[in-house]
């Protein structure tokens, strides 16, 4: 994990020295990213409804060898 050396707050995920992920709360304004996929959704709450056009994977999705980006 990355926290903020100020307050502590947790900045991102970290792994093999590099950001995983950003905590959404540290972000002011539009980012302007887009929603690659959606993992582990065979585990979401039944209640919840995932829109968009972003692939599913209902555990973790395949990673190449090359880029640590899945595999389309």
Do not use: N
């Not at 926290?3 to 707050?9: K, P």
């Not at 709450?45 to 190449?64: L, N, R």
């Amino acid at each position: 994990m990355g926290f903020c050396s100020r307050c502590g707050s947790t900045l991102c995920g970290l792994h093999a020295g590099r950001v995983h992920g950003l905590t959404l709360g540290c972000i002011d304004g539009d980012p302007g990213v887009e929603i690659e996929m959606h993992i582990f959704v065979g585990s979401k709450a039944p209640w919840d409804h995932i829109g968009g056009t972003a692939k599913q994977y209902a555990e973790h999705a395949a990673m190449s060898d090359e880029d640590g980006r899945a595999d389309t």
